[in-house]
C-alpha cells in the first residue's frame, strides 16, 4: 500500500486525478470504478480540466460505479447517475452507453444486483477503482458488519451513513435506506485500487482502516490485503498516521 500524503484538498485531488489520468495514458480502454460522494467532486474536476485541455481522451474507456440509492429515478438530484453525470460523464467524451451505475430505480435488488455483478464480470473486471471512506471505515455502501460481503448486493444503510448524507437532502427522512453497492469482494477483484480521503474528520477511520486490524467491522480495512493500493491523503485526514 502507498500512501501520499498531499497539503491539502486541492493538491490531494490532482494527486489523485494523476494516478487515474497515468492509467488512461498507458491503456485508453481503461474501465474506470468510480465512486461519488464529496470527497471525489476535486478529483473529478481535474480529469474534466485535463480533457479540456486536451491532455485525456475518455472515448474508448468505460466505467462501472460503486453503488445506488435504492429507490431514486436515475434523474433525481441526488442519484448517483445525477451526480456521475453532472461532475464527469457529461464534461468529457465517455460514451454514456459504457458507463454504468446500480439501477437503483429496479425495484427487484436481487435481478439489479445480479445484473451489475454479472456485467462487471463480462466486462472483465476493473482496472482502476476510485474509493471514498465513510467516517465508519465504509467503502461503497458495505457498512461495519460481521463479515465481508462478497458481491454486488443490496443493503440497510446505518443511521450514520443516512445522517452524514442527509446533509444533501432536504431532510433525514428523505434519505433512502436502502442502496445497491458492490460487494467487498467485487472491490477487491479491481487490478488497482485509489482511496481519496481528506478532513480531520476522516483522521481517526484513515488510521484504524488502515493501520488497524484487518476486519469486517471496519470494512476498509480489507485494503491492507490488496496488492495495489494507492491511498492519497491531504494533511488533515493523515494527521493520525505515526
Ligand atoms: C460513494 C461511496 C461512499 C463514499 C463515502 C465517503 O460512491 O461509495 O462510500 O465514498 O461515503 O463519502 P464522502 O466523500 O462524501 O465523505
Not at 501520499?4 to 489520468?21: F, G, P, Q, T
Not at 467485487?186 to 483522521?203: E, F, S, W, Y
Amino acid at each position: 500500500m502507498e500512501i501520499i500524503v498531499a497539503k491539502d484538498y486541492a493538491e490531494m485531488s490532482r494527486k489523485a486525478a494523476d494516478v487515474i489520468a497515468a492509467c488512461l495514458k498507458e491503456n485508453p480502454a481503461t474501465r474506470l470504478g468510480l465512486a461519488t460522494g464529496s470527497t471525489p467532486e476535486g478529483l473529478y474536476a481535474c480529469l474534466v480540466k485535463d480533457y479540456q485541455a486536451g491532455l485525456l481522451d475518455f472515448s474508448q474507456a468505460s466505467s462501472f460505479n460503486l453503488d445506488e440509492y435504492r429507490g431514486l429515478a436515475h434523474d433525481h438530484d441526488q442519484s448517483y447517475h445525477y451526480f456521475m453525470k453532472k461532475n464527469l460523464f457529461d464534461a468529457v467524451n465517455i460514451d454514456p452507453a459504457n458507463t454504468a451505475v446500480p439501477d437503483g430505480a429496479n425495484p427487484d435488488a436481487q435481478a439489479a444486483c445480479d445484473e451489475y455483478e454479472a456485467a462487471i464480470e463480462a466486462a472483465g473486471g476493473v482496472d482502476i477503482q476510485l474509493l471514498g471512506m465513510g467516517h465508519n471505515g465504509h467503502i461503497g455502501f458495505n457498512e461495519p458488519a460481521d463479515e465481508f460481503p462478497k458481491q454486488t448486493h443490496c443493503v440497510d444503510l446505518t443511521e450514520s451513513t443516512i445522517s452524514a448524507n442527509s446533509r444533501l437532502f432536504d431532510s433525514a427522512e428523505e434519505v433512502p435506506r436502502q442502496a445497491y453497492t458492490m460487494g467487498i469482494g467485487t472491490i477487491m477483484k479491481a487490478k488497482k485500487i485509489l482511496v481519496v480521503a481528506n478532513g480531520t474528520a476522516k483522521a481517526a477511520i484513515v488510521r484504524d482502516a488502515f493501520t488497524g486490524a484487518v476486519t469486517p467491522s471496519v470494512p476498509a480495512s480489507i485494503l491492507q490485503f490488496h496488492p495495489d493500493v494507492t491511498v492519497v491523503l491531504d494533511a488533515d485526514a493523515a494527521s493520525l498516521l505515526a
